[in-house]
């Protein structure tokens, strides 16, 4: 089984290119013509590209956020559709979805906000394709090495890591070995259509961030103003404030057995060393 991969420099896309012998990688700047010469041979096509989206979403960087996800995709597709691949693997995120509701794949309802927008055109692009397509909506990902949780190690382990706001705010996850199991999952049943991947138990930013602390063997008596990271961040701080309660049903329904579906699992895993 042959597959090629957008955003391979990525979190995910490394983690991939472990799990996976026979690896090719589109770059960003390949031409249609070099898109099409890569895709000989080529069984299954996993698109992880898109820019970093925790960082200020100025007018511009929003710019670049559109073009890595939405203009990658379109030429993307349009090779695939002249192609012999035989299932396209495209990548969104729970961002799609509005706080405050718990959601699994069935809520109609998009955010209305520039995430809610930029992740529904998006999987609109994605959905383009002609081939067999699956598209998994990603919420946080969990690994020591890279995402979200290695972002937070830092300030958790010298003792100053704490609740965002009020610690209310729901925060759906996975674990990155979960998340490696739910692609080989998807590719081996031959899955198609959108699944959530995110934990079947999403928890509070409270509970998470106490499970971290204690994982650390570390306070966690300091809580991070919400407007502190709208200083820093702008819009994009919604990213970190929003509440999002992410239910993976259709993974669940398909027969789909998680390996980590607590967060003091997960955390115990990443970080019991």
Not at 147 to 166: C, E, H, K
């Amino acid at each position: 089984m042959k597959i090629a991969l957008t955003g391979a420099n990525g979190f995910v896309g490394n983690a991939l290119q472990k799990q996976f012998q026979d690896i090719v990688v589109i770059e960003r700047n390949d031409d249609e013509t070099m898109i099409l010469k890569k895709l000989k041979d080529v069984d299954i096509v996993i698109n992880l590209a898109g820019a970093p989206i925790i960082k200020r979403w100025s007018t511009p960087y929003k710019k670049v956020l559109i073009k890595s996800r939405i203009d990658t995709t379109k030429k993307l597709v349009k090779v695939l559709n002249q192609s012999q691949v035989s299932h396209f693997i495209s990548t969104s995120a729970i961002g799609i979805y509005p706080d405050d509701i718990a959601c699994d794949e069935s809520c109609q309802l998009i955010a209305d906000d520039f995430l809610g927008q930029l992740t529904t055109n998006w999987e609109k692009e994605a959905l383009l394709c002609e081939k067999p397509t699956t598209i998994l909506r990603f919420s946080v990902i969990l690994g020591e090495n890279g995402g979200a949780l290695a972002q937070m190690l830092t300030p958790f382990r010298l003792g100053v890591g704490g609740i965002i706001g009020d610690g209310k705010m729901m925060t759906s996850w996975i674990d990155i070995e979960d998340l490696m199991r739910i692609y080989h999952f998807v590719i081996e049943n031959r899955l198609t259509g959108i699944f959530n991947a995110s934990s079947p138990t999403p928890v509070s930013n409270y509970t998470f961030t106490k499970a971290l602390g204690k994982v650390l063997n570390r306070p966690t008596i300091l809580p991070i103003p919400e407007l502190a990271l709208k200083t820093m961040y702008a819009e994009a701080a919604s990213v970190l404030t929003g509440s999002k309660e992410i239910y993976p049903k259709a993974l669940q329904n398909a027969g789909f057995s998680f390996k980590y579906p607590t967060i003091e699992r997960s955390l115990e895993h990443l970080l019991d060393s």
